[in-house]
């Protein structure tokens, strides 16, 4: 590295070539074909993993993906009752965007739009959180996952509570999860996964995409510009790279 000039950053400041070590390149490469829209099935593929977590922990997603993800998404939104949001959720991009990216989400399987909820962070619904009969909450393909998990949680618990001998009625009664709630829940899926099914493939293609990026900055919380670190092996390596 004495060799070469100065490495600067696209605003003029000096890069400290310290920092510069071969094994980044597989960090670089793999970036790049991200920023392009590279599925990560593929960019596996081509970086010779076994597993897509693996190549997950090699690129970030930038903010201009998640904008394009949450943008595609937003034409497939749904409120509790399964009715496409979608005038209402164009006004919404921004505020919405900009909670993607520091990884935080309303509510567990949607979002809401709330004031002293979208406030608190999520954590504040003045109504207890009966997200599937409030005209807040909106939904959308990415969190399908979290809906089919809830309602499955709903019926393990409503069987539970129907065995259960040591509660009084009341009790009972008020532990019971609502046959409401359950049957707007399986609506909403039922609704969610019929739109899904009436796309074409390449739009179907299109929206998965954007599920995964969404989904995989959820699960990320920003905290600053990332690092890396010369890493071990890789062992999911299957060859010999370049």
């Known amino acids: 590295m004495d060799g070469l000039g100065a490495l600067r950053r696209p605003d003029g400041t000096e890069f400290d070539k310290a920092a510069v070590f071969l094994y980044a390149y597989r960090h670089s490469y793999a970036q790049r074909h991200a920023d392009a829209g590279t599925p990560v099935d593929v960019l596996r593929e081509l970086m010779g993993h076994r597993s897509l977590?693996?190549?997950?922990?090699?690129?970030?997603?930038?903010?201009?993906?998640?904008?394009?993800?949450?943008?595609?998404?937003?034409?497939?939104?749904?409120?509790?009752?399964?009715?496409h949001v979608w005038?209402?959720?164009?006004?919404?991009?921004?505020?919405e965007h900009q909670r993607l990216v520091v990884g935080q989400v309303a509510v567990p399987f949607?979002?809401?739009?709330?004031?002293?909820?979208?406030?608190?962070g999520g954590g504040g619904c003045p109504f207890r959180f009966r997200c599937l009969g409030c005209g807040h909450f909106r939904s959308d393909p990415s969190y399908l996952p979290e809906l089919k998990d809830y309602l499955d949680t709903l019926l393990r618990d409503r069987e539970r509570i129907r065995s259960a001998t040591e509660?009084?009625?009341?009790?009972?009664?008020?532990?019971?999860?609502?046959?409401?709630?359950?049957?707007?829940?399986?609506?909403?899926?039922?609704?969610?996964?019929?739109d899904l099914d009436g796309l074409s493939d390449g739009d179907r293609?299109?929206?998965?995409?954007?599920?995964?990026?969404?989904?995989?900055?959820?699960?990320?919380?920003?905290?600053?510009?990332?690092t890396i670190s010369p890493p071990a092996p890789d062992p999911e390596l299957k060859?010999?790279?370049?």
């Open 110 to 120: 949607g979002s809401c739009t709330e004031p002293s909820n979208v406030q608190a």
């Open 167 to 194: 509660l009084d009625e009341w009790a009972r009664a008020e532990a019971m999860p609502s046959e409401h709630e359950i049957t707007r829940l399986r609506q909403l899926i039922r609704r969610v996964e019929q």
């Open 239 to 242: 060859t010999s790279q370049p």
């Open 53 to 83: 977590v693996t190549t997950q922990g090699y690129y970030s997603v930038t903010a201009t993906r998640v904008r394009k993800a949450v943008d595609a998404l937003a034409a497939h939104q749904f409120d509790g009752r399964g009715q």
């Open 205 to 226: 293609q299109q929206i998965e995409e954007a599920v995964r990026v969404v989904r995989r900055t959820r699960q990320t919380v920003h905290l600053g510009l990332p």
């Open 87 to 95: 005038s209402q959720a164009r006004a919404l991009l921004e505020s």
